[in-house]
């Protein structure tokens, strides 16, 4: 089990930034190959993918929803255990609790096969 907080969350102007940091407290089962993934939930909808990172086998790769390529970076810094999501450009659809995930193994589409979860971090953009 790994153990997640999130942070950086808060309110801006549409076209502005944020940065989310999601802290990750390792347990033996951490190594090897993992994927750590943010989703964003709004009220009445579904947990949506915004972005993930896999690591831990000497090389990351990203993935990221089409909603937010081009405005959102996902990296982390693995002295820190940390995932960060740099959001640009921000819009207001982009209003949402933010989570970060965490599984063993190869990245996956649902939020269903991540076992680990972040307590959620706000995001409100207006317009």
């Known amino acids: 089990q790994v153990h997640l907080v999130e942070s950086g969350g808060g309110s801006v102007e549409a076209g502005g930034s944020l940065r989310l940091s999601c802290a990750a407290s390792?347990?033996?089962?951490?190594?090897?190959?993992?994927?750590l993934a943010w989703f964003r939930q709004v009220p009445g909808k579904e947990r949506e993918g915004v972005a993930r990172?896999?690591?831990?086998?000497?090389?990351?790769?990203?993935f990221y929803a089409d909603s937010v390529k081009g405005r959102f970076t996902i990296s982390q810094d693995n002295a820190k255990n940390t995932v960060y999501l740099q959001m640009n450009s921000l819009k207001p659809e982009d209003t949402a609790m933010y989570y970060c995930?965490?599984?063993?193994?190869?990245?996956?589409?649902?939020?269903?096969?991540?076992?680990?979860w972040g307590q959620g971090t706000q995001v409100t953009v207006s317009s």
């Open positions: 390792t347990g033996d089962d951490a190594y090897g190959t993992y994927c």
């Open positions: 990172i896999r690591g831990g086998s000497g090389s990351t790769s990203t």
């Open positions: 995930a965490w599984r063993s193994g190869l990245c996956a589409t649902a939020p269903s096969a991540y076992i680990s």
